[in-house]
């Protein structure tokens, strides 16, 4: 299994951005695909998942992200509104181990390599 993520950039505060995963190898709609992320000194934490039973946010980016699958469904986005400075971190898309898979990064399986989203005036 291959995951790549792309999409990330330089932004203001208040602006938007969308991330993008691809992945291949194995069937992707029957697991549950993840977004985390990891700020410098900080360890890595969940941001939007997409399971069998819907989707699921931080606290902190709820109302601001929206995580969707493509309609050919290897591919997974976070659509970023209304970002932070808080929101500058690496993210990685990643696929769950099980179709129901959410916020535990222990319950996913493959990991992206990661892209880097900067926040910044």
């Known amino acids: 299994v291959q995951l790549q993520a792309f999409g990330g950039g330089l932004v203001q505060p208040g602006d938007s951005l969308r991330l993008s995963c691809v992945a291949s190898?194995?069937?992707?709609?029957?697991?549950?695909m993840g977004w985390f992320r990891q700020a410098p000194g900080k360890e890595r934490e969940f941001v939007a998942a997409?399971?069998?039973?819907?989707?699921f946010y931080a606290d902190s980016v709820q109302d601001r992200f929206n995580i969707s699958r493509g309609n050919g469904m290897n591919t997974v986005y976070l659509q970023m509104n209304s970002v932070k400075p808080e929101d500058t971190a690496v993210y990685y898309c990643?696929?769950?181990?099980?179709?129901?898979?959410?916020?535990?990064?222990?319950?996913?399986?493959?990991w992206g390599q990661g892209t880097l989203v900067t926040v910044s005036s």
């Open positions: 990643a696929q769950g181990a099980t179709h129901y898979s959410k916020s535990d990064t222990r319950s996913y399986k493959y």
């Open positions: 190898g194995r069937a992707f709609r029957n697991y549950a």
């Open positions: 997409v399971n069998w039973y819907g989707k």
